[in-house]
């Protein structure tokens, strides 16, 4: 029988192929009660087999990784199978998944890498600090990546409207000072 350090290794080994093939990395945004805007990071694993859902499940409890598992019901569709959604969300739980599973993913460890250092830096500072260029960067390099549709200006006009409070029509100037970003510079 295995030595259980090796079935362990074995098993993150396994899983980060199963996030190379099948898992998101992404920056979400969320509004609060009070319209603000909120970047949430995010790792989501689809898929449909029960099996592979359990073994992935057992690997991050092994780890002491913590998972919300949601099941998406089969459609009306003969074609549509019942699947499984796998999900880390917040900057603490995302962190803890990424400092024990990047080393051990390959093909998205760019992705990767980047939501990690969105978390470090959002965890080295308190809550309510406003979003750094270098934070709402990474964000706009992930939705790139993940082919968001949603501008990448645009969240950079709102999270700036946030911090020196303009109104929300206005959305070429706020308070005077036009918003340049590196993707205007560059155009």
Known sequence: MADPQERSEGDLHWLGGIMDGEAS????????????????????????????????????????????????????SKRTKISW??????????????????????SRRHDAAMLYDFVMS??????VMPYSEQEITWCEQLRHGNRTRISSE????????QI???PKGNTNRLGGVKIKSDLTAKA
């Open 85 to 106: 959604q796998l999900t880390a969300r917040g900057p603490k739980r995302v962190g803890r998944w990424l400092k024990v599973l990047l080393p051990y993913i390959r």
């Open 164 to 166: 020196i409070g303009a």
């Open 25 to 76: 990395f992404c920056i979400t945004t969320k509004r609060d009660v009070y319209g603000r805007v909120h970047l949430s990071p995010d790792i989501a694993i689809g898929n449909t087999s029960p099996i592979m859902v359990a073994e992935i499940k057992r690997i991050l409890a092994m780890h002491d990784l913590p998972v919300w598992v949601s099941e998406r019901p089969a459609g009306v």
């Open 122 to 127: 959002r965890l080295s500072k308190s809550p």
């Open 154 to 161: 645009t969240l950079r006009q709102t999270l700036a409207r």
